[in-house]
């Protein structure tokens, strides 16, 4: 729990706010949520689908932007490496999110 506030407020490094939070375990939240979705599609279970793919990947993608946005507004290197990392994860998340 101490970790997934440590994100939130954008306390971590933009390197692992960004490849650890944002891509790798985003991916496998989406991935999952969706994989589950389908299954229970599948079992005509439209509803526990529906809060299954949605239930957990909003908010998590939710924190991870917000991670990942506060993250690059402590980054010490280049203004374009924080700016790349802001632009990307809010377009992954959309995109997972909507998908």
Do not use: C
């Not at 949520?33 to 809060?51: E, N, Q, V, Y």
């Not at 990947?57 to 991670?67: F, K, Q, T």
């Amino acid at each position: 729990m101490r970790k997934l506030r440590s994100v939130w407020l954008g306390e971590l490094p933009l390197k692992e706010a960004f490849w650890t939070w944002a891509i790798t375990i985003g991916l496998a939240v989406n991935l999952t949520t969706s994989i589950l979705f389908l299954a229970l599609i599948s079992a005509d279970r439209p509803w526990a689908a529906l809060f299954l793919e949605y239930g957990p990947s909003v908010p998590y993608n939710v924190l991870a932007v917000v991670g990942v946005w506060r993250a690059a507004s402590h980054y010490q290197g280049p203004a374009a490496h924080a700016d790349l990392a802001r632009i990307a994860t809010l377009s992954v998340m959309l995109l997972l999110t909507v998908t």
